[in-house]
């Protein structure tokens, strides 16, 4: 969102790509975020756990970012029966993560979050 602030005001700019948060959480998992001819959606915010459960409905991975948005997660993993990879603060020294739901209820859920959710199976 700043890069049309940065080109109307006609300042210099370089882009230098990185690894996207879900990406760098996918191997932390050591599981691929997808196979062969699969799906994929990525949500950035979330807007509600009963927007998430209907898109699960559907086949394929779904990654979730920036899940602070959400403040109800506990029942959500208590109900998860799929696998999936939970991670916050991905390549920093707070860096967590988990794919045991266990793990997270109870949990703070930071902006910094990302979840990927194996519905494909």
């Known amino acids: 969102y700043l890069l049309k602030y940065i080109q109307e005001d006609k300042l210099n700019y370089s882009i230098i790509p990185g690894i ?25 915010c979330p807007e509600s756990v009963d927007e998430i459960m209907s898109i699960l409905k559907d086949k394929g991975t779904l990654v979730l970012m920036k ?10 993993f208590e109900e998860l029966s799929v696998p999936f990879i939970y991670a916050e603060r991905v390549g920093t020294k707070e860096q967590f993560f988990t794919s045991n739901s266990k793990d997270i209820i109870g949990r703070r859920i930071p902006y910094f979050s990302v979840l990927i959710i194996y519905s494909n199976n």
């Open 67 to 76: 899940l602070s948005r959400i403040k109800n997660w506990d029942s959500f």
């Open 20 to 44: 996207p948060a879900f990406i760098a959480a996918g191997t932390l998992g050591k599981k691929p975020i997808i196979e062969g001819d699969g799906s994929i959606k990525i949500i950035a």
